[in-house]
């Protein structure tokens, strides 16, 4: 993570462990920075290891181009980098409160970090901040765990000390953190330790006895197994513990995708449990490395097979969120992404400023033609919406507009997407005026009823690509065009078009 991230007082918040390959003060790849050390293209290329990891290194990716960009030491240079900043932090914590982790890993660390930014924000980012408010209005309830703050009469969040010192203080203690980061993806780390359940977690380095705990007494029923790289072997792990009175020891195999945990009882083999992993199609496989493992375990009597190996349930690669990101993050990526060979601009941009004050996402700095007007792409006499299509847009906003808002997009974005789910209506106009707006789980989709079926659908990103004049001039065309067609009786009537439902499942206007 930025060397902005890194802890400058002992306050709550002012401490970040790390996670995976990219969460964490002056961290990135995997690889700890030195002060002021930009990351390199190699460090970008590392895979996170899950959905978190993913979104903390968008928050690196941000944190990075504010840290090149505004520099400025006058006080409205550091007003815009503090608003800079805390956009970059609402994209990240936007993120993970909807993400719901399914192990405890990724729990812990989320409950952590959710705090943590937001009590470093509170205390770092003021006169040009109104966390407290920004929290209340933007992100606050999108987690019922995470609802509005309280503010002191000096307007700042009244923080429970104990509770933000605990949860990170616990994350570390029982070795959670050394876990995130030993280079295993979190799939394979809980198949690293499926002896542990949550909340019956122990410190991994128990308090001695007498200055001394002897191994032969060592338990770690309760403990975490952390994998360790093999030197001479880059893609396998192992680990071993005595785990109710037995030893214990897992190895693992990356690029084969093969973990084997073995059980002695004494010196006796006991049992090999083998698991044989498929990559999984999608994000989950091709951005993070999960899989569906085959299992099979063989039991053994006096060092021999005993009968022939059984074979257990399968375990499926987990379900992932898809990464919600502004225009502007999508924008600078690739160039931050070349490390010592990224350029930056002198100071920031239009479009930067457009994006950390809040008002929009920007037009993409990287699809800005220099020297262009703004009147390039909508020159004067642009499409504008009818009254009806207005009301039409009105009623998108009510429905979904304050959930749009929870997940971080601005007005602007909003406005948008009220363009795109109209010209979907008129699209399919045929099927009657809209009934409701419904917003995917994973906030990618939206999804439009009308008063005859199927379904309508479209995708949140491809319609953030356009602008909302764009939109809009796509509706009149279409418009256009049903008028031409009426005025046609010899061309037969279209009809519609059956879209079929996808697997990810749809909710109220209310919800995600």
Same mark, same amino acid.
């Given at each position: 993570?930025?060397?902005?991230? +890194? ?26 920075? +030195? ?7 190699? /460090? ?8 978190? !990891? ?5 928050? !690196?990716?941000?944190?990075? &181009? ?44 989320? !409950? ?12 770092? &980012? ?54 995130? $980061? ?19 977690? /122990? ?16 338990? /770690? ?36 995708? $093969? ?8 010196? =006796? ?7 044989? %992993? ?74 930067? +400023? ?16 220099? %020297? ?54 008129? +699209? ?26 199927? *379904? ?12 909302? *004049? ?23 009537? =279209? ?18």
């Amino acid at each position: 993570m930025s060397e902005t991230t +890194r802890p400058t007082a002992p306050d709550p918040g002012g401490f970040v462990p790390r996670f995976g390959m990219y969460a964490g003060p002056n961290y990135a790849g995997g690889r700890a920075l +030195r002060p002021g050390e930009t990351p390199s293209a190699a /460090d970008w290329q590392v895979r996170p290891i899950g959905f978190l !990891d993913d979104v903390t290194r968008n928050h !690196d990716i941000n944190y990075t &181009y504010i840290e090149k960009v505004y520099t400025g030491d006058d006080a409205a240079s550091r007003a815009a980098r503090n608003q800079a900043l805390w956009q970059a932090d609402k994209e990240m914590l936007g993120n993970m409160l909807r993400y719901q982790p399914a192990n405890w890993l990724e729990a812990q660390y989320r !409950d952590a970090a959710i705090r943590a930014f937001v009590a470093k924000a509170d205390m770092s &980012y003021r006169p040009h901040v109104d966390v407290v408010s920004e929290w209340n209005r933007n992100l606050a309830g999108i987690d019922p765990r995470f609802p509005s703050l309280s503010a002191s009469e000096s307007g700042r969040a009244q923080w429970q000390v104990f509770g933000l010192v605990h949860s990170g203080a616990t994350y570390i203690s029982t070795g959670m953190e050394a876990l995130s $980061t030993s280079g295993v993806n979190t799939q394979v780390a809980m198949l690293f330790n499926t002896h542990l359940r949550p909340g019956c977690i /122990d410190p991994l380095k128990p308090a001695p006895r007498n200055h001394a705990y002897p191994e032969t007494a060592r338990d /770690d029923s309760r403990r975490i197994l952390v994998p360790t790289r093999d030197p001479s072997n880059l893609d396998v792990f192992t680990a071993e513990g005595h785990i109710d009175g037995k030893r214990v020891r897992v190895w693992y195999d990356q690029e084969k995708m $093969t973990l084997i945990r073995t059980v002695y009882n004494g010196d =006796q083999l006991e049992s090999k449990t083998t698991y044989r %992993g498929v990559i999984a199609s999608g994000d989950s496989g091709e951005k993070y490395g999960y899989a569906t493992y085959e299992v099979v375990r063989q039991d053994y009597v006096d060092g021999q097979p005993k009968g022939d190996p059984v074979k257990l349930p399968s375990i499926r690669a987990p379900e992932t969120l898809s990464l919600q990101e502004s225009e502007h993050t999508r924008a600078i990526k690739p160039n931050v992404e070349q490390g010592q060979n990224a350029r930056f601009p002198q100071k920031p941009t239009a479009e930067d +400023r457009a994006w950390h004050s809040g008002e929009r996402a920007g037009t993409s700095p990287a699809a800005t033609k220099p %020297g262009a007007a703004a009147s390039d792409e909508h020159p004067a006499g642009a499409a504008q919406p009818t009254l009806r299509q207005a009301s039409q847009a009105q009623q998108f906003k009510d429905q979904l507009g304050p959930r749009l808002a929870q997940l971080g997009m601005s007005e602007q974005q909003i406005n948008i997407l009220a363009a795109a789910a109209v010209k979907e209506q008129t +699209r399919f106009a045929g099927q009657g005026d809209a009934q409701g707006y419904y917003l995917s789980k994973d906030g990618g989709t939206i999804a439009l009823r009308q008063v005859h079926p199927p *379904l309508r659908e479209f995708a949140v990103g491809p319609a953030l690509g356009r602008s909302e *004049l764009g939109h809009w001039a796509d509706v009149q065309a279409m418009e256009a065009a049903s008028q031409v067609g009426a005025r046609s009786p010899e061309q037969a009537p =279209q009809p519609a078009l059956q879209v079929a439902m996808p697997n990810a499942s749809v909710s109220s206007p209310a919800r995600v």
